[in-house]
């Protein structure tokens, strides 16, 4: 029935302990913004790839061990919090995302990022404060030498990535 709501731009089913959602709801092309934070989903929904207009993707505190490389398709896409969850790596095609703004990957098992994250140029410094644009990357089980590259900040982090 919701997919139905093909004019829909907002959607937020916060906190709700959803495992999924329907494939019928990939018909929202309209969507901009989708906040499945708090609840029980293991994977991103197949059906959220092909919501193209996203530019808000809220996954914090989920059960995520993975981002599929699909996240690719999401072209439109400047805010991305999936922190707190389990997520193990990041996808270099999450890299691809030029329009990202906001990544919010903390508090889960990273142990390295994908070298091409010096291609993210919108993400244009470490952040601290929730809301703030860039790269949110603490509380992760980070490898040295990322660690010791962190604390130079984006910058130093990005020319540590970049290949030579």
Known sequence: MLGTCICLEVLSLAN???????SSLAAMRNLTKLNLSHNRIAHIPT?????KGLVFLHLACNRLETIADQIQDLVNLKILIVE???????????????????LNVDFNDLQSVPVEMYLLSKLRRLACHPLDKGLHIVHN??????QEVLQGGLSALYNYLKPT
């Not at 709700?16 to 329907?22: V, Y």
């Not at 707190?84 to 906001?102: D, M, Y």
């Not at 089980?141 to 990322?146: N, V």
């Open 16 to 22: 709700n302990q959803i495992t999924g959602l329907p």
């Open 47 to 51: 059906c959220v790839y092909s919501m």
């Open 84 to 102: 707190g969850n389990s997520i193990h790596t990041l996808p270099k095609t999450l890299c691809f995302l030029e329009s990202l703004e906001l």
């Open 141 to 146: 089980p980070l490898l040295k030498p990322i």
